[in-house]
C-alpha cells in the first residue's frame, strides 16, 4: 500500500500526523459517496486500535496514540462514539477541515473558506490525486442516484404515503437526516413503491401493529423501514388471525341420505 501525505499539511502536523490525516480524507470520503455515517453535520470514519495497526504496520500501537492525542489537541482530529453497542468503543474519526490548509478535494482554502485552484493544478500531488478520484468516484454515485426513479430521492413522498395509509400509527412529523438515509437505503436494496405502500396497508389492518397487544406498543415509521421487520409484514407475519368459521349444525335425519 502506498502512503501519500501533503506538504503544507506536514508543515503544521508533521509527516507522521500528515500521513494518518491523507488516510482519514480517504476514509472519510469514501464514506461521503456512499452516504453513510452521517453524524452531527458531517461524515466520519471508524476503527479501532487494532485495526489502525494493521493499517498502519509501520507504527505501535503507543505512536497511534500518540498521533492521534497530537491531532486532536490541535483542533484538527475529531473523535466520537456513535455505536450502537454502548459496550463498543470504537472510535469514529473526523477532520475539522478549517484547520487545514487544503479542501478535501486538492485545492487550496482561500482565508473566507472558499476552494481555489491548486498551484498545481494540471500536475496534482499524489495526494490530491487520490482525493481526486474519491470525487469523481462521488460524482458517479449522484449520478447513479439521479437516474433511480424519482420517489427514490424523494423520502418525503415515502413520509406522506405512509401517513396517509398508516391513519392509526405514529405520524411522521419531521423527516431528519437519519430517516432520509433509512429511506434511501430500503430503495437501494430494491423494495419498489408498490411493495412499501402494501407494507403500510398490512399494518395499518394489524391488531398487533396497531397497538393491540398486551403492550401497547405501535408499528412507527422507522421500525417498519427496518428491513427484517418489512419482511415480515410483508410475509403476513402480524396479519390478523383469521376468524374460525362457525360449526355446522348437523344435519336433521330425514336430511341423511340412505345408500
Given at each position: 500500500m502506498?502512503?501519500?501525505?501533503?506538504?503544507?499539511v506536514?508543515?503544521?502536523?508533521?509527516?507522521?500526523?500528515?500521513?494518518?490525516?491523507?488516510?482519514?480524507?480517504?476514509w472519510?470520503?469514501k464514506?461521503a459517496?456512499?452516504?453513510?455515517?452521517w453524524?452531527?453535520?458531517?461524515?466520519?470514519?471508524?476503527?479501532?486500535?487494532r485495526?489502525m495497526?494493521?493499517?498502519?504496520?509501520?507504527?505501535s500501537?503507543?505512536q497511534?496514540e500518540?498521533?492521534?492525542k497530537?491531532l486532536?489537541?490541535?483542533?484538527?482530529?475529531?473523535?466520537?462514539?456513535?455505536a450502537?453497542?454502548?459496550h463498543d468503543?470504537?472510535l469514529f474519526?473526523?477532520?475539522?477541515?478549517?484547520?487545514?490548509p487544503?479542501?478535501p478535494?486538492?485545492?487550496?482554502?482561500?482565508?473566507n473558506g472558499?476552494?481555489?485552484?491548486s498551484p498545481n493544478?494540471?500536475?496534482l500531488s499524489?495526494?490530491s490525486?487520490?482525493?481526486?478520484?474519491?470525487?469523481?468516484t462521488?460524482?458517479r454515485?449522484?449520478e447513479?442516484?439521479?437516474n433511480?426513479?424519482e420517489?427514490?430521492n424523494?423520502?418525503?413522498?415515502?413520509?406522506?404515503?405512509?401517513?396517509?395509509?398508516c391513519?392509526?400509527?405514529?405520524k411522521?412529523?419531521r423527516l431528519?437526516?437519519k430517516?432520509?438515509l433509512?429511506?434511501?437505503?430500503?430503495y437501494?436494496?430494491?423494495y419498489?413503491?408498490?411493495?412499501l405502500?402494501?407494507?403500510?396497508?398490512k399494518a395499518?389492518?394489524?391488531?398487533?401493529?396497531t397497538?393491540q397487544?398486551?403492550?401497547?406498543w405501535?408499528?412507527d415509521?422507522?421500525?417498519?423501514?427496518?428491513e427484517?421487520n418489512?419482511?415480515?409484514?410483508?410475509e403476513g407475519?402480524?396479519?390478523?388471525?383469521a376468524?374460525?368459521?362457525?360449526?355446522?349444525?348437523?344435519?336433521r335425519r330425514?336430511?341423511?341420505?340412505?345408500?
Open positions: 502506498n502512503y501519500h501525505f501533503d506538504g503544507a506536514a508543515e503544521m502536523y508533521g509527516v507522521d500526523g500528515a500521513v494518518f490525516i491523507s488516510r482519514l480524507q480517504f472519510i470520503e464514506n459517496a456512499n452516504d453513510r455515517h453524524h452531527e453535520g458531517r461524515y466520519w470514519t471508524y476503527n479501532s486500535l485495526a495497526e494493521k493499517l498502519f504496520p509501520f507504527w500501537r503507543r497511534i500518540r498521533i492521534v497530537n486532536k489537541d490541535k483542533g484538527v482530529l475529531l473523535t466520537a462514539n456513535y450502537r453497542d454502548s468503543r470504537t474519526y473526523a477532520l475539522d477541515e478549517s484547520k487545514l487544503i479542501s478535494f486538492g485545492g487550496d482554502l482561500s482565508p472558499d476552494n481555489t485552484l493544478s494540471d500536475k499524489p495526494n490525486e487520490m482525493i481526486n478520484e474519491q470525487l469523481k462521488q460524482i454515485e449522484e447513479d442516484k439521479a433511480k426513479p420517489i427514490s424523494k423520502p418525503q413522498q415515502l413520509a406522506d404515503r405512509y401517513n396517509a395509509i391513519t392509526s400509527l405514529p411522521v412529523v431528519t437526516d430517516r432520509c433509512t429511506v434511501r437505503r430500503i437501494s436494496k430494491g419498489t413503491p408498490e411493495q405502500d402494501e407494507a403500510f396497508r395499518q389492518a394489524s391488531s398487533f401493529c397497538g397487544n398486551d403492550r401497547h405501535k408499528a415509521f422507522e421500525w417498519l423501514l427496518n427484517n418489512l419482511v415480515k409484514v410483508l407475519k402480524y396479519d390478523n388471525p376468524e374460525a368459521a362457525p360449526d355446522k349444525p348437523p344435519r330425514e336430511e341423511v341420505e340412505v345408500w
